[in-house]
């Protein structure tokens, strides 16, 4: 299974890099041996390069450039793009956030976050992040973390709010979010929080880039019974990989095999799904039942 536990994940940039670099050697035909020596550079350097362990800089690129023999000035731009883009990634909003996100182990799945193009996701007990009223993210951390002080819970509704606005624009990503009946039913004590939370969903949902789908008690039991998961789409040629948390740590999944499982649970699931339009009806029905 080809799995990370607790890591930070390489950004697209870098994975993409790493790929071209690693292609482009080998069709010049040298060895890392050979190319370390020629250009001077330790040669477990550039297999953490090539592998996306590492970054690197527009120097030591251009010279790996030189000794590969690639003189179109339009390939090499393209690389030295990739370079530049994976250094301005690490400009992160949420670096003045660090000790709490680092706390809370979050810093991983940002990094993928913000490069992705699609999500998909399964949520079973709550509403997804990237939907979530600040209310209900308060109450959702306070319950979940009681080991965070206020500061430290105000400071994780401010990150996941600051998340959201990944949705908007023209380039948005799409989400394609499955919320169990289960999310909704769990709040019902509480209509002060839930019905601005329903509402949210209703003032997101129009948005071409988002797809919402209401899972029903009555589909019984289904393959999501495992609980929560996130795929993860990316520019290609980057693959898709899921991201699983659970209380301990968060893992993430990049293996075909993997990836493609966890795909055919969500496409069951939202195969088992209330339509959207037929989602939309049914939260504007539970608002009025509040």
């Not at 390069?49 to 023999?69: F, W």
């Not at 606005?165 to 394609?176: Q, R, S, Y």
């Not at 709040?187 to 003032?203: G, H, K, N, T, V």
């Not at 999944?253 to 088992?272: C, I, M, N, S």
Request: glycine share 6%.
């Amino acid at each position: 299974m080809a799995w990370k536990r607790n890591a930070v994940p390489k950004s697209i940039y870098r994975r993409q890099l790493a790929t071209r670099l690693s292609e482009l050697r080998a069709e010049s035909g040298k060895t890392m041996s050979e190319v370390a020596e020629i250009i001077e550079v330790n040669q477990g350097t550039l297999s953490r390069i090539e592998s996306g362990d590492r970054g690197t800089t527009p120097v030591l690129v251009k010279a790996m450039l030189d000794c590969y023999g690639v003189t179109d000035p339009a390939v090499r731009e393209d690389i030295l793009d990739l370079v530049r883009a994976d250094q301005a990634q690490k400009q992160k909003w949420w670096r003045k956030y660090s000790a709490v996100i680092n706390t809370t182990q979050y810093g991983g799945y940002l990094e993928l976050e913000a490069g992705a193009t699609s999500f998909h996701s399964y949520e079973p007990q709550l509403f997804p992040g990237l939907l979530q009223t600040d209310d209900y993210a308060r109450q959702v951390i306070t319950a979940m973390r009681m080991d965070l002080d206020a500061k430290q819970i105000e400071d994780l509704v401010t990150v996941r709010k600051n998340r959201q606005k990944i949705l908007e624009g023209e380039n948005a990503p799409k989400l394609w979010a499955v919320i169990d009946e289960a999310a909704i039913r769990r709040m019902a004590d509480s209509p002060e929080i839930l019905i601005p939370q329903l509402e949210r969903l209703l003032e997101v949902e129009p948005r071409t880039n988002i797809t919402l789908q209401l899972l029903p008690f009555k589909a019984g039991f289904h393959p999501g019974l495992y609980g929560s998961f996130m795929l993860m789409g990316f520019p290609e040629p980057n693959p898709e990989l899921v991201w699983v948390e659970n209380l301990t740590n968060s893992v993430y999944f990049d293996g075909p095999q993997d990836v493609g499982r966890y795909t055919e649970v969500f496409d069951h699931l939202r195969a088992a799904a209330l339509g959207p339009l037929e989602t939309r009806s049914r939260i504007k029905n539970m608002i009025k039942e509040l």
